[in-house]
């Protein structure tokens, strides 16, 4: 049996996405068990208790060798507060974990990959069990975790990939959880922003990476209605970026703010499923 803790670096989950989750796992994944910290239903603000509580549940989680994951419970702003202090205070029974999640969670998948450290995994987190179709997502991620790599984007080649939020992955730019992508395709979606939003991103991005194989695109979803049009949509921005500074456009990807989010392995070594 699979043991995977759940924990909320940055924002609370509600209880009743929790139990929806785990009533899934319970009758169709006998094979997992899921333990959902207490931390995750903490409130502080904006966040799931302050940095201290979000910062050692996520170690408890980490370091305890009865763990054979650790599955984010939700995005939203707030993991890089702790990712710091995370990295460094992580033990060796942590190294052979998968780490599972995306959004604002890319920030700890990041620096997880920059260090070395475990199998990071952009996929489905608990809290997707809330959107039209979430009970697929949720799925989709245990599935992977019970050994079935039927989840996987379709998209991935023969390189080694990453996938993050753009606005995510801009902000690590420059920073020290800023993982080396030269041979990398990176996939990349988003949510919320507008379309001259995504073009700054993307211009930020683009000017700081050096050797990447390619940029796949992913969902971009809930742009917001500007005063007046961009003039390009988020493909063609995304493309304009990669012919300016020499990337390879590797078009579409199954990723995103949405039940289709599909599961994208940090690197190679994390791509066969966990045994």
């Known amino acids: 049996m699979r043991k995977v803790a759940i924990c909320a670096?940055?924002?609370?989950?509600?209880?009743?996405y929790a139990e929806a989750v785990a009533a899934i796992a319970a009758e169709e994944f006998p094979e997992i068990q899921l333990h959902f910290h207490d931390q995750c239903f903490e409130s502080e603000g904006h966040f799931a208790g302050s940095d201290d509580v979000r910062l050692a549940a996520l170690l408890e989680c980490s370091n305890d060798p009865r763990f054979d994951a650790v599955w984010f419970a939700k995005g939203g702003y707030g993991s890089n507060r702790i990712a710091a202090d995370f990295i460094s205070q992580i033990k060796e029974e942590a190294r052979e974990k998968?780490?599972?999640?995306?959004?604002?969670?890319?920030?700890?998948?990041?620096?997880?990959?920059?260090?070395?450290?475990?199998?990071?995994?952009?996929?489905?987190?608990?809290?997707?069990?809330?959107?039209?179709?979430?009970?697929?997502?949720?799925?989709?991620?245990m599935s992977w975790m019970s050994g079935d790599d039927s989840g996987i984007e379709p998209s991935l080649s023969s390189r080694p990939a990453v996938a993050f939020n753009l606005y995510t992955l801009s902000m690590l730019?420059?920073?020290?959880?800023?993982?080396?992508?030269?041979?990398?395709?990176?996939?990349?979606?988003?949510?919320?922003?507008?379309?001259?939003?995504?073009?700054?991103?993307m211009f930020h991005l683009a000017e700081n990476l050096r050797g990447a194989?390619?940029?796949?695109?992913?969902?971009?979803?809930?742009?917001?209605?500007?005063?007046?049009?961009?003039?390009?949509?988020?493909?063609?921005?995304?493309?304009?970026?990669?012919?300016?500074?020499?990337?390879?456009?590797?078009?579409?990807?199954?990723?995103?703010?949405?039940?289709?989010?599909?599961?994208?392995?940090?690197?190679?070594?994390?791509?066969?499923?966990?045994?």
């Not at 992508?181 to 001259?196: C, K, N, P, Q, S």
Request: proline share 7%; net charge negative.
């Open 173 to 201: 730019v420059g920073t020290q959880f800023m993982p080396v992508l030269e041979g990398h395709d990176i996939l990349i979606e988003e949510v919320g922003e507008y379309e001259y939003a995504i073009d700054r991103l």
């Open 98 to 141: 998968a780490y599972l999640g995306y959004s604002d969670c890319g920030t700890l998948l990041g620096a997880l990959y920059r260090a070395d450290i475990g199998y990071p995994v952009h996929g489905p987190m608990p809290v997707d069990i809330k959107r039209d179709g979430g009970s697929d997502a949720v799925r989709r991620a």
């Open 213 to 275: 194989s390619g940029i796949r695109l992913g969902e971009v979803t809930a742009i917001p209605e500007n005063d007046r049009p961009f003039g390009a949509d988020a493909e063609e921005i995304v493309r304009y970026w990669c012919t300016r500074y020499g990337f390879d456009y590797l078009g579409r990807a199954m990723i995103g703010h949405s039940s289709a989010n599909r599961i994208v392995p940090f690197g190679l070594e994390a791509r066969a499923a966990p045994a």
């Open 9 to 16: 670096p940055a924002t609370p989950l509600r209880r009743k």
